[in-house]
Antibody, heavy 121, light 107 residues
Framework: QVQLQESGPGLVKPSETLSLTCTVSGGSISSYFWTWIRQPPGKGLEWIGYISYRGSPNYNPSLKSRVTISVDTSKNQFSLKLNSVTAADTAVYYC???????????????WGQGTLVTVSS | DIQMTQSPSSLSASVGDRVTITCRASQTMSSYLNWYQQKPGKAPKLLIYVASSLQSGVPSRFSGSGSGTDFTLTINSLQPEDFATYYCQQSYSAPYTFGQGTKLEIK
């Protein structure tokens, strides 16, 4: 079955760029949408954005000016970049498959295990 | 943005109990509602999609209902492994928002 695994630095300095990669195994990244979600310690879930396998992104307006999500079908990976980070960006970052029905409904499954990124000098 | 409000925020129950968690949306959204379960230190897991469809592999004691603005997640005959935090999530319009979570604890 499809599995996702996040990777990237666990510590980023303020004002720098957070970069994470999600590697998809057990299936092709093609024909699906892929999403990033984050969860600050002890808090709820925030959708960051998604990208289609064709490379068309959609971002949360609250982060849009700082976020870039891209896909590399040759490596079966998609990536997240968040620039100008502050302590408020400290969170566990999850990648997930964004499954879409023909009726337009969609849901997130499966999820990666998550990776904690701390923003600190 | 569509605001999702869950109630209660926390809930104490015993093994064998039946519990219901409610999720209310700030605007109507048909059945574009999903439910997830999250255990400490783990990623959320999909339980219910499109308001009432049970994800493959999820026990049948979990069920979802509702449409429009009001939705419920019901767990029949609570098992020890069900004590976790539950989130609703709307997929009607971006940005896709989650409820604040309901923490289900053992009484």
């Amino acid at each position: 079955q499809v599995q996702l695994q996040e990777s990237g630095p666990g510590l980023v300095k303020p004002s720098e760029t957070l970069s994470l990669t999600c590697t998809v195994s057990g299936g092709s990244i093609s024909s699906y949408f892929w999403t990033w979600i984050r969860q600050p310690p002890g808090k709820g879930l925030e959708w960051i954005g998604y990208i289609s396998y064709r490379g068309s992104p959609n971002y949360n307006p609250s982060l849009k000016s700082r976020v870039t999500i891209s896909v590399d079908t040759s490596k079966n990976q998609f990536s997240l970049k968040l620039n100008s980070v502050t302590a408020a960006d400290t969170a566990v970052y999850y990648c997930a498959r964004d499954l879409r029905s023909s009726a337009g409904t969609h849901w997130f499954d499966p999820w990666g295990q998550g990776t904690l990124v701390t923003v600190s000098s | 943005d569509i605001q999702m409000t869950q109630s209660p925020s926390s809930l104490s129950a015993s093994v064998g109990d039946r519990v219901t968690i409610t999720c209310r949306a700030s605007q109507t959204m048909s059945s574009y509602l999903n439910w997830y379960q999250q255990k400490p230190g783990k990623a959320p897991k999909l339980l219910i999609y499109v308001a009432s469809s049970l994800q493959s592999g999820v026990p049948s004691r979990f069920s979802g209902s509702g449409s429009g603005t009001d939705f419920t997640l019901t767990i029949n005959s609570l098992q020890p492994e069900d004590f976790a935090t539950y989130y609703c999530q709307q997929s009607y319009s971006a940005p896709y928002t989650f409820g604040q979570g309901t923490k289900l604890e053992i009484k």
